[in-house]
């Protein structure tokens, strides 16, 4: 993977409104694959006690963007189909694991697992991106703090 792709992605989930609200933290990225961790909190849960799946689904789509976007071209998501296994619990560490499994010129499909502390499966997804022809809007300098 091109470093400079690497930190613009790194540089940019950092200032990202979103991912900073919800507490989302890129661990790892590659070509075509991310790893995003989260520690929901208390008032991440929903009206059972259990991480609202609103919570779980943003881990699992900021996963989801890094990889997609990896290859230094636009790409945006066009369908993600996800399954709730287990629930998930407030403090508990969620890890969120995107890998590519098919890439075309056009489109992208990506495997999504959410998976907690204790190696139990919170939720998949399979998700198809759409792969633009821009490069990244953030390749050419820093990226604007939006928090």
Do not use: W
């Amino acid at each position: 993977m091109d470093q400079a792709i690497r930190s613009s992605m790194t540089r940019s989930v950092k200032v990202e409104g979103y991912a900073v609200k919800l507490g989302l933290e890129l661990i790892e990225v590659s070509d075509g694959h991310a790893v995003v961790e989260m520690v929901p909190l208390d008032d991440d849960v929903n009206l059972f006690g259990m991480v609202h799946g609103g919570a779980i689904f943003s881990l699992m789509d900021e996963a989801f963007q890094v990889s997609c976007n990896s290859h230094g071209r636009m790409a945006v998501a066009l369908n993600v189909n996800v399954v709730f296994h287990n629930p998930a619990r407030a403090g508990c560490r969620l890890r969120a694991v995107s890998r590519e499994i098919s890439l075309s010129k056009k489109t992208a499909t990506y495997q999504i697992r959410v998976m907690d502390r204790d190696k139990t499966l919170i939720a998949s997804a399979l998700a198809l991106a759409y792969r633009k022809r821009e490069k990244l809007p953030f390749m050419d300098g820093e990226p604007e703090p939006t928090v």
